[in-house]
């Protein structure tokens, strides 16, 4: 089911018109380089190894932009609890005490924070 949504959603199947369009162009394009290269165009055959390196790239980006959550997505984790329901530190009890001992360095930090705004408010008057 996930994969399917992967695949299907708006987003990704706008990247892959856009790559079904991009990759063919590009060959077309190498293969016009290479006519003009086997003309005697020097040039020509940089681009007739450039262009094939172009396609490799954009399929690379397609591959990762299809597999990247959209931005301003949360993590699936961080919209359970936005929603109430159970999260990743539920099921997993070292997850659970890593979250514990952020959460005391957090609240640490914060102390340390209103600390420095204290004397530098105290420096003040």
């Not at 299907?8 to 063919?24: E, K, N, T």
């Not at 530190?89 to 005490?97: E, F, M, S, W």
Request: charged share 20%.
């Amino acid at each position: 089911m996930k994969d399917s949504r992967l695949w299907l959603s708006p987003r990704a199947l706008r990247l892959h018109a856009v790559i079904l369009i991009v990759v063919p162009g590009f060959m077309a394009l190498c293969l016009w380089q290479l006519s003009r290269a086997l003309g005697g165009n020097t040039l020509s055959w940089a681009y007739v190894f450039e262009w094939p390196l172009f396609a490799g790239y954009a399929i690379y980006m397609w591959w990762r932009l299809v597999h990247e959550a959209p931005e301003g997505t949360p993590p699936p984790d961080a919209a359970a609890r936005a929603a109430g329901g159970p999260d990743a530190t539920a099921a997993d009890p070292r997850a659970a005490a890593r979250q514990q001992e952020e959460d005391a360095e957090l609240a640490a930090y914060n102390a340390y924070l209103a600390q420095l705004a204290e004397q530098d408010n105290a420096a003040e008057r």
